[in-house]
């Protein structure tokens, strides 16, 4: 059980490192934090100017919307950069688990996540003047929306979380049905 976490968090984090090409913090920051903040300073502006809803719907949608943007192009990026160095075929034909392997790549994509969607929602709500009061942040932590309070939004979680599950047996499914595929047509790697 050690070797399989140790491959899910040490094997994620150095592949993260080495495939997303980060070479200094300041890239980190600016693109994965200042961006966001100031698309959503721009929606923000523009939704006051227009008269489209208030700020705590551009600051929470925004939080949102940058975190999940992060997620799908981290992964994207990854998938194919370990696939243009020559990397994937590689860690198909490792004797690990395909399954841990990508659980692995997944998680520092899932961390900047959060990072993500809590710097976007708290500079945001500094700088718009949103207030937030100190009772809704454990709600807000598990959520990022607003509202009737963490009891209301209970079942929703749930069902985001049963369809997150979903998706994941999914993906384990069809790894499993194209690494056989791509056995059988020694086709792991072609571009």
């Known amino acids: 059980m050690p070797a399989l976490f140790r491959l899910v968090g040490v094997g994620g984090v150095t592949a993260y490192c080495a495939l997303f090409n980060w070479t200094t ?4 920051i600016g693109t994965l934090l200042v961006d966001p903040l100031f698309q959503l300073l721009f929606f923000a502006y ?7 809803a208030d700020d705590r719907f551009y600051i929470i949608g925004h939080a949102v919307l940058a975190a999940s943007v ?17 990397i994937l075929g590689h860690v198909l034909l490792s004797p690990r688990s395909r399954t841990a392997v990508f659980l692995g790549r997944a998680l520092p994509y899932a961390g900047n996540d959060l990072l993500i969607a809590a710097f976007t929602l708290g500079v945001g709500a500094l700088l718009l003047g949103l207030r937030i009061p100190p009772g809704a942040l454990p709600g ?4 990022l929306a607003a509202g009737e309070g963490l009891a209301a939004a209970l079942p929703a979680i749930a069902a985001e979380m049963l369809v997150g ?4 047996a999914l993906a384990v499914v069809l790894l499993k049905v194209f690494e056989a595929k791509s056995r059988r047509h020694v086709s792991l790697d072609a571009l």
């Open 46 to 52: 523009l939704g006051r100017q227009l008269g489209v």
């Open 70 to 86: 992060a997620c799908v192009f981290g992964g994207t990026v990854a998938v194919s950069n370990e696939r243009r160095y020559g």
């Open 25 to 28: 913090p300041a890239m980190f």
């Open 165 to 168: 599950v979903a998706y994941a």
């Open 140 to 143: 807000l932590a598990v959520t």
